[in-house]
């Protein structure tokens, strides 16, 4: 198995950046296919597809770019190594259910994506190949531009559908319409956990570069930051995390998984947030 992520080091002068994009892959080894039930385009919609290539410039304006291109359906690196669904490995904690946890055991759309639990030497491989690299390879730039800057801040790059999926799926599964059409989520949504991961010149910074935009913004909802945000957050020793989730109409068409007209405008967005997170991380307090 080759490298499961891809690191881009900057091209421009460097700055305390890093764009950290875990969920862009979609490369499935044949030896993580034979477990996986999950449809081909299950595949497809729980990917952040595109995001890698939406902040493709982020290396010109002084950012290391980390980019997971392994499927979140073989590990999810922004989940943590004890989120361990016990329905998706054998001998697993019968205590601990999340379906989207570090192997998901349903897809986004609420189908079964695997058809047998794994079994521990499985996990360990995916763990070993997969998620300790990833994880050792993000602390390592982390550690590096902290030296180098005297602080750290780490852009956790995602995409969102538009809309709750799994209510959409499930209610054309019943048939039921009681409920009412799904609530449109923002256009970005920074998660920080509460306001925790990072100061707020960098949390308020996403929102105000958004809204200049005329995009709509929502703090911690429906995503308040995943494994990544938690574990690297750190302020108070100079590191901060935002998870910066587009929703996907923003660049997609949803439906036929193709990127929109407006793809250049987002991705410029993108370079330009990079750049502004830069400036506000060498600017002083």
């Known amino acids: ?54 902040y493709q410039d982020a290396p010109a304006v ?17 989940r943590a190594e004890s989120d361990v669904d016990g329905e998706v490995v054998e001998g697993g904690r019968a205590d601990i259910r999340m379906q989207h946890g570090l192997v998901w055991r349903t897809t986004g759309d609420g189908e079964q994506a695997l058809n047998r639990r794994l079994t521990s030497f499985e996990l360990e491989e995916r763990l070993a190949l997969v998620w300790r690299p990833y994880h ?16 750290a801040v780490v852009l956790a790059a995602h995409s969102m559908p538009s809309v709750e999926r799994g209510l959409a799926a499930a209610r054309s599964r019943t048939g039921r319409s009681d409920q009412g059409p799904s609530e449109p989520r923002a256009d970005v949504v920074p998660g ?38 938690q574990r690297y957050g750190r302020p108070s020793d ?13 660049y997609l068409d949803e439906g036929a998984l193709r990127p929109l007209q407006t793809f250049p405008q987002v991705r410029d967005w993108c370079r330009s947030l990079v750049a502004r997170m830069g400036a506000l991380a060498i600017s002083s307090p």
């Open 1 to 54: 198995m080759g490298a499961p992520f891809e690191r881009i080091d900057p091209s421009g002068p460097e700055i305390p950046i890093i764009v950290e994009v875990p969920h862009a892959g979609l490369e499935l080894e044949a030896r993580f296919l034979e477990p996986l039930s999950a449809p081909a385009r299950a595949i497809a919609r729980d990917a952040d597809l595109y995001v890698d290539a939406l």
């Open 62 to 78: 002084g950012a290391t770019v980390l980019a997971c291109r392994v499927s979140r359906y073989v590990i999810d690196v922004n």
């Open 136 to 151: 050792r390879e993000l602390a390592s730039i982390i550690e590096r531009k902290r030296s180098l800057f005297g602080v």
């Open 192 to 229: 920080t956990r509460g306001r925790k991961s990072a100061a707020a010149k960098f949390i308020d910074g996403v929102e105000t570069h958004a809204r200049a935009s005329g995009w709509s913004v929502r703090h911690d909802d429906p995503y308040a930051g995943g494994f990544t945000t």
């Open 238 to 250: 100079c590191v901060h995390a935002v998870q910066v989730e587009l929703a996907r109409r923003l």
